[in-house]
Nanobody, 115 residues
Framework: QVQLVESGGGLVQAGGSLRLSCAAS????????MGWYRQAPGKQRELVAS???????NYADSVKGRSTISRDNAKNTMYLQMNSLKPEDTAVYYC?????????WGQGTQVTVSS
């Protein structure tokens, strides 16, 4: 079992920055890839960024150049640094972790960007 807890969301003005954190606990040795997803009201959950256990990253076009995903294995924590935030970035942000046997999700953290 893996437990994931997100933090760092909040209300920010357009153009501002936020850093989201995802703390993992439990069977962390079994985690391979990790990622950040978001879900806006009335929309499907979508991938924001992902990172492999080896540090290879992937970004959605909508956040490319404005966001950086990283993971600190010593702290069992993954981060998403988001800059130049736009109102359309408003959503609940979820982290996930893949193991060989299952996919785990956090409870989500709200990000609201005001215009």
């Amino acid at each position: 079992q893996v437990q994931l807890v997100e933090s760092g969301g909040g209300l920010v003005q357009a153009g501002g920055s936020l850093r989201l954190s995802c703390a993992a606990s439990g069977s962390i040795f079994s985690i391979n890839n990790m990622g950040w997803y978001r879900q806006a009201p009335g929309k499907q959950r979508e991938l924001v960024a992902s990172i492999t256990s080896g540090g290879i990253t992937n970004y959605a076009d909508s956040v490319k150049g404005r966001s950086t995903i990283s993971r600190d294995n010593a702290k069992n924590t993954m981060y998403l640094q988001m800059n130049s935030l736009k109102p359309e970035d408003t959503a609940v942000y979820y982290c996930n972790a893949f193991t060989v046997r299952a996919v785990y999700w956090g409870q989500g953290t709200q990000v609201t960007v005001s215009s």
